[in-house]
């Protein structure tokens, strides 16, 4: 009884405190997301410590995370992505390639060794597309040019994020398992050409079933059950099952019902926050009392920042200077994708703890730093 009693009283004590932090961060015209990401530093064990990390809240994390992409997703347009799936596809080429060589050199410059170098700048090639995603959504943005390129190359580098984190691994294990890489690669290129082929007329087809069917709250019987279905077959074929969400939204919107949009509003002021949270909730100020770690982090964040604004700005070079620029800070924040590379270093005795709290403050400090700078230059510029 008292287990569920502490259950309920964290997701009481997150909720509230996210909500009241985006009140407050609202009000005195500071990103809402930072407010929650500030909530979970203040209540987290690097604060109040009040709440601790459970499976419970982890999984309202992850649920959070699908929903916002999901969202997002639902506001874009199937045809929009594939009209600008190549200029995206450039821009995560271009993001993952450059930062990858700075952090690399970077790396080894300041004395890490080869495959710690190496483990280290592959944190850095992944855009968070659920904070990114979210941000946009928060300023309105999300019909843009710059968004559709900027989500279109998150989830394409998250993809590429994936197949070179496969090499990386099998090189800490002294061979490439080509096999695993292809079979990889053909998974992946199978899904994606079956949503993009095949998707958009298997939901209207199911809708027109369950329309037929007279079933109650149909709609949203099918878009759970879409949004849960590719969640699950991206993150079984080892994909993030942010990506699978995103899509499901992608498929629900070639339906066009305005309903849909509304139906799902609760359901995101409900779980988002959770996401947000989380990531404050990580964050340990007290390792950064070290001013050597200090100074290599803060030289690693600028490498990180350096590396995708230059790399995606370039892509997204025939859109203008100022989609450019867009672009290339919308691509900074990292998340939880630079955190798995990094966890996945530190079990692998790989990277040590001073090295992997070094990735985590790049995290930190990309994906709470970025959105101020995006936000100056929203109201300065005329996005599109």
């Not at 691994?169 to 490439?176: C, D, L, Q, W």
């Not at 590719?230 to 899509?247: K, P, Y």
């Not at 988002?272 to 803060?298: C, D, E, R, Y």
């Not at 892509?315 to 955190?339: C, I, K, S």
């Given at each position: ?52 990390e ?62 710690e ?61 080509v096999?695993k ?40 019987i ?12 991206t993150?079984?074929?080892?994909m ?78 025939r ?45 930190v ?20």
């Amino acid at each position: 009884m008292m287990e569920h009693a502490s259950i309920l009283f964290d997701l009481f004590l997150v909720f509230v405190s996210a909500k009241a932090f985006n009140f407050v961060f609202r009000k005195i015209h500071i990103p809402p997301m930072i407010g929650e990401i500030a909530a979970g530093l203040v209540i987290g064990t690097g604060g109040l410590d009040l709440v601790r990390e459970t499976p419970v809240l982890g999984a309202f994390s992850e649920l959070g995370a699908i929903m916002l992409l999901f969202v997002v997703g639902l506001h874009t347009r199937l045809k929009d992505m594939l009209r600008i799936g190549l200029d995206a596809t450039i821009v995560a080429v271009l993001g993952v390639a450059v930062p990858m060589v700075l952090g690399y050199y970077g790396m080894l410059f300041m004395d890490h060794r080869g495959m710690e170098a190496l483990f280290v700048a592959a944190a850095l090639v992944a855009t968070s597309v659920g904070i990114t995603a979210r941000f946009l959504k928060d300023l309105k943005l999300e019909d843009t040019i710059s968004a559709r390129l900027i989500l279109g190359a998150a989830v394409a580098d998250d993809i590429l994020g994936l197949l070179l984190l496969a090499v990386i691994t099998g090189e800490t294990h002294g061979r490439i398992d080509v096999t695993k890489l292809l079979s990889l690669i053909i998974v992946v290129t199978l899904f994606l050409a079956g949503v993009f082929l095949l998707g958009g007329r298997s939901v209207r087809m199911l809708k027109s079933r369950i329309e037929k069917m007279k079933m109650e709250k149909g709609e949203f019987i099918l878009s759970m059950t879409v949004l849960l279905g590719l969640s699950f077959l991206t993150s079984f074929i080892g994909m993030a099952g942010i990506v699978g969400a995103f899509f499901a939204g992608l498929l629900m919107a070639e339906l066009e019902d305005q309903h849909l949009g509304d139906m799902f509003d609760s359901i995101y002021e409900l779980m988002v926050p959770f996401f947000f949270v989380m990531i404050g909730m990580k964050i340990q100020p007290a390792v950064f009392f070290n001013s050597h770690i200090l100074l290599i982090a803060v030289v690693y964040t600028l490498i990180a920042v350096i590396g995708k604004y230059i790399g995606c700005g370039l892509g997204a070079t025939r859109y203008g200077t100022r989609v450019m620029n867009f672009v290339g800070l919308g691509m900074v924040p990292r998340g939880e994708v630079g955190m798995i590379v990094a966890l996945i270093g530190l079990n692998s005795g790989i990277i040590g703890p001073r090295t992997y709290a070094i990735v985590i403050f790049m995290v930190v400090a990309t994906t709470v730093v970025t959105p101020f700078i995006l936000s100056s230059v929203a109201k300065r510029w005329q996005v599109r």
